[in-house]
T-cell receptor, first 117, second 113 residues
Framework: AQKVTQAQTEISVVEKEDVTLDCVYETRDTTYYLFWYKQPPSGELVFLIRRNSFDEQNEISGRYSWNFQKSTSSFNFTITASQVVDSAVYFCALSERNRGSQGNLIFGKGTKLSVKP | ETGVTQSPTHLIKTRGQQVTLRCSSQ?????VSWYQQALGQGPQFIFQ???????GRGNFPPRFSGLQFPNYSSELNVNALELDDSALYLC????????????FGQGTRLTVV
């Protein structure tokens, strides 16, 4: 069965601290895609990153970085020097290739990040 | 902004009623997916439409149905509303294909009383 686990329900940090959000996934497919989305209080899910299962290179985008490790089925997300505007719920999601609906996303339960000034 | 728009933003319905939610997809996208997000949970896949046909379905009963129109916009219909249908309903548009990113609308908050 496919599954995404975000063990951290809520995290609270003080501005400028670094914070890592954990994501562990389960799948039997050899080809799959992993995503991170941000959901601010407005409700809209904002796409942050996509990674395919053959690309284990870590990625950095400004203050955001992602660490993908197939050996541990993890796709962790780090925010460096956090800011109040980073406060949101963050979702990790898995999309598999051989499904009737391509692009069907399986989401974790999300991690609520609160960044205090 | 993603270019995906949903209407209405909020809706209150009575148990047993029917509801229709609407979604306009991002320009150039041919696939629309619908998700239900209960409070404090991650979104759950309802179904996907591609070329005006249902192209995959999650674990939702038949009273959840949909349509996709030639302009790729979509509707989600829910019959015989139950209290547990209260949730944020999210529409996502994408290009059909493996692992393409989905862009979400702001959602419709449905409350069933």
């Amino acid at each position: 069965a496919q599954k995404v686990t975000q063990a951290q329900t809520e995290i609270s940090v003080v501005e400028k601290e670094d914070v890592t959000l954990d994501c562990v996934y389960e799948t039997r497919d050899t080809t799959y895609y992993l995503f991170w989305y941000k959901q601010p209080p407005s409700g809209e899910l904002v796409f942050l990153i996509r990674r395919n299962s053959f690309d284990e290179q870590n990625e950095i985008s400004g203050r955001y970085s992602w660490n993908f490790q197939k050996s541990t089925s993890s796709f962790n997300f780090t925010i460096t020097a956090s800011q109040v505007v980073d406060s949101a719920v963050y979702f990790c999601a898995l999309s598999e290739r051989n499904r009737g609906s391509q692009g069907n996303l399986i989401f974790g339960k999300g991690t609520k990040l609160s960044v205090k000034p | 902004e993603t270019g995906v728009t949903q209407s209405p933003t909020h809706l209150i319905k009575t148990r047993g009623q029917q509801v229709t939610l609407r979604c306009s997809s991002q320009s150039g996208h041919n696939t629309v997916s619908w998700y239900q997000q209960a409070l404090g949970q991650g979104p759950q896949f309802i179904f996907q439409y591609y070329r005006e046909e249902e192209n995959g379905r999650g674990n939702f009963p038949p009273r959840f149905s949909g349509l996709q129109f030639p302009n790729y916009s979509s509707e989600l219909n829910v019959n015989a509303l139950e209290l547990d249908d209260s949730a944020l309903y999210l529409c996502a548009s994408s290009l059909q294909g493996r692992g393409t990113e989905a862009f979400f609308g702001q959602g419709t908050r449905l409350t069933v009383v």
